[in-house]
């Protein structure tokens, strides 16, 4: 060998005789893999990680694919926040998963059949035209849809993660009682309340669109509802530091029972329905509505008509018990027919006929009916709870949801 400035100039012939290092490299991680497949295939382990991926192989071909986050790679090892897991490590009391006290959570159940992920399930099996089972997740992740697929499972581990808070719409007639309802769980510190934005609806901006509604709907009804949609979508967004949320009505009764009638009845004009549906529709597809529970305060119209009268809004002096039949009407088609739109949670019905003195002896009843399943959320993260009354779980009987 000859030194030039920097370089060697070979003369002989190399010294070796082998291959190139990518060779060996090569070789070396291919042995590497046959020894990790053949412990993949023949060991009792990695059950987790065989839902994924059919064999060693095809796990290191996909996974190079992919950004590996915390949270994907607590799914596809289950080695993470599931309760079935936590439990086995001693974080947790209790194996169950928040649908069923007697099915543990795990990362199958949360993908495959848990109802609480049913919502985000169907979407994802309407989007891709498949029905999702166990021998599909393996085809999912060397597919082009893998990256639809964990997005799923992405969202599956936030909501059950408790990242969400477990959030109920109080629904029922105008002059059910729904505020006094949520004034009722004003003495839970862990509960967020929402009361409706009526007084932003009575001004804005110094305008009171309530009242240009009802003293001319034809002229009024599209800008209130557009207005009433806004601030319920700002309600639904905002962010809460507890784990329960109480919100008085939705963007779902806005539509399906407000917006619904002023449709049926003419006093929206087709092209401002269409406006406003087009909106509705929008939102519903485009931003996460959290919706866990439905409590229905069903109301006779004649009993809501009165106290309509009693409370004496002056806004609401025009309005006729007719009017209160129909969207009596529209809250039973929906929630308790089913035979009228779609019903994005359970529903608990509460018979609030009774005056306020009764009512809330009714409200106490059901009080921890109402927050069973937030007991088990709040049991998920128990740091969390600091109630000033404790809320404790008891047999519920709820109208099960509708598959969307
Ligand atoms: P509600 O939403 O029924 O509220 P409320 O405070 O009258 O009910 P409760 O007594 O049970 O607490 O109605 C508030 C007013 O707003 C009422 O006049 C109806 C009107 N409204 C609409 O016109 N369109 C809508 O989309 C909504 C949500 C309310
Ligand atoms: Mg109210």
């Known amino acids: 060998m000859v030194w030039q400035g920097g370089r060697t100039k070979i003369k002989a012939k190399a010294g070796y005789d082998l291959c190139p290092v990518s060779f060996v490299r090569r070789s070396i991680r291919m042995a590497t893999l046959d020894e990790w497949d053949r412990r993949y295939v023949t ?7 065989k839902l ?3 064999n060693a192989v095809a796990a290191y071909r996909i996974v190079r694919k992919i950004e590996t986050t915390n949270i994907r790679t607590q799914f596809m090892t289950g080695h993470g926040g599931f309760s079935e897991y936590l439990e086995r490590f001693k974080c947790k009391d209790n194996p169950a998963c928040i649908c069923d006290q007697d099915i543990s959570e795990t990362v199958p159940h949360v993908l495959l059949e848990c109802p609480v992920f049913a919502q985000e399930r169907v979407q994802l099996e309407t989007e891709l035209g498949i029905k999702l089972e166990k021998h599909v997740v393996k085809e999912l992740m060397s597919s082009k849809q893998r990256d639809r697929f964990l997005r799923y499972s992405q969202r599956s581990y936030h909501k059950m993660a408790n990242t969400k808070p477990f959030t109920v719409f109080v629904e029922g007639n105008i002059g059910s009682g729904k505020t006094t309802f949520l004034e009722h769980f004003r003495q839970f510190e862990d509960i967020t309340l929402l009361t409706e934005p009526v007084e932003e609806w009575r001004n804005l901006r110094g305008w009171n ?11 009024w ?5 557009a207005y009433v949609s806004l601030t319920m979508l700002d309600m639904h967004r905002r962010p809460t530091t507890t784990p329960v949320k109480l919100m008085e009505r939705s963007i779902y009764s806005a539509r399906y029972c407000f917006v619904e009638h002023m449709q049926r009845s003419g006093i929206l004009h087709p092209a401002q329905f269409a406006v406003l549906d087009e909106w509705f529709r929008f939102i519903h597809t485009e931003i ?3 919706a866990d529970l439905i409590v229905y305060l069903k109301t006779d119209p004649k009993i809501a008509y009165e106290r309509i009268k009693r409370r004496a809004r002056s806004e609401e002096q025009c309005v006729p018990l007719s009017y209160l039949e129909e969207l009596h009407k529209l809250h039973e088609d929906w929630l308790v027919n089913r035979t009228f739109a779609e019903c994005p949670a359970p529903v608990l019905v509460i018979d609030a006929d009774l005056d306020l003195s009764q009512i809330t002896e009714e409200y106490k009843k059901t009080e921890h009916q109402i927050l069973r399943k937030a ?9 969390k ?15 099960p949801q509708i598959r969307l």
């Open 221 to 225: 009804a599209m800008a209130f509802q």
């Open 375 to 383: 007991v088990d959320v709040v049991m998920r993260s128990p740091n």
């Open 209 to 219: 669109l309530l009242d240009l509604m009802y003293k001319d709907p034809s002229k």
């Open 288 to 290: 996460p509505i959290e």
């Open 52 to 54: 994924f991926f059919p």
């Open 385 to 399: 709870l600091s109630p000033k009354k404790p809320i404790t779980s008891s047999p519920i009987k709820i109208i």
């Open 43 to 49: 060991g009792e382990t990695a059950a987790v990680t």
